[in-house]
């Protein structure tokens, strides 16, 4: 099936048409600046706007940094809070809408790293915040928000996201001691037998990874910062053959 895939970060929101089959987009992705604020009547006008740009009518699925409930937004740590209790699927004309994060991790453990592997795999993205997917036998556990964890007293997403990383100026060494000890702290409460890191610093995982030491293997995502597109392209295609 061919959904479009879109996928609303701090940032920027990218969409492309991805074939679900093969999970591939079948069209260069198109990247807008998040408009500020980021008001869900604003980011719906760029939704609509890369609707158009790929002349698209057919079923979209969209990712959104928060927690996301059938549709209704339940939490929006990184975007404008008057997202807080709208409902997305409607805004969006009825598309699938899902967190960022678990997203990535449907992409990764259909196509990418997790493919064919039981147990419990994390995947965890590290961008303007720290986004998590769980999954148990390749089933997802939902909205975990494992980068709200405390650590050392702080919220972990403060101390170790990317965006920790740029706004304290922070060398990959520095900044791989706090995911290393933020990856510790996870794998004490999941013993997860794979972890997958995500977003947008995938891409430069032999810059910091080198450095991470843990006993549970830690490996970047095989989809970089497409999962996101290709995850929820996916999620939405899923929903729909259950429902046809
Ligand atoms: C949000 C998560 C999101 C993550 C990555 C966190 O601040 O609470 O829902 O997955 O950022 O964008």
């Known amino acids: 099936m061919n959904v479009l895939g879109i996928d609303i970060g701090g940032s920027g929101i990218k969409g492309a048409p991805v074939d679900t089959e093969a999970g591939e987009l079948l069209e260069e992705r198109l990247r807008i600046p998040t408009p500020e604020p980021s008001s869900p009547e604003k980011v719906a006008a760029v939704i609509d706007t890369i609707s158009r740009h790929f002349g698209w009518t057919g079923p979209v699925g969209v990712t959104f940094p928060g927690v996301v409930v059938n549709g209704v937004i339940k939490t929006a740590a990184n975007v404008d809070r008057s997202w807080i209790g709208v409902d997305a699927a409607q805004l969006f004309g009825g598309a699938t809408v899902l967190n960022d994060a678990d997203a990535a991790g449907l992409a990764e453990v259909r196509f990418g790293e997790g493919r064919d592997r039981t147990g419990t795999i994390l995947v965890l993205t590290f961008g303007t915040g720290i986004g998590s997917a769980l999954f148990v036998d390749g089933q997802l556990v939902p909205n975990t928000e494992l980068g709200h964890l405390e650590l050392n007293g702080k919220e972990a997403e403060h101390h170790a996201s990317d965006r920790a990383r740029e706004k304290h100026d922070l060398s990959w060494e520095k900044w791989a001691e706090r995911v290393e000890e933020y990856l510790r702290h996870v794998e004490m409460l999941f013993s997860p037998s794979l972890i997958v890191i995500g977003g947008g610093v995938s891409k430069k995982a032999q810059k910091f990874l080198p450095y991470v030491r843990l006993d549970t293997p830690v490996v970047p ?15 939405a295609a899923s929903r729909m053959q259950r429902v046809h």
């Open 221 to 235: 995502a095989a989809l970089q910062n497409q999962a996101g597109i290709i995850g929820a392209a996916h999620a």
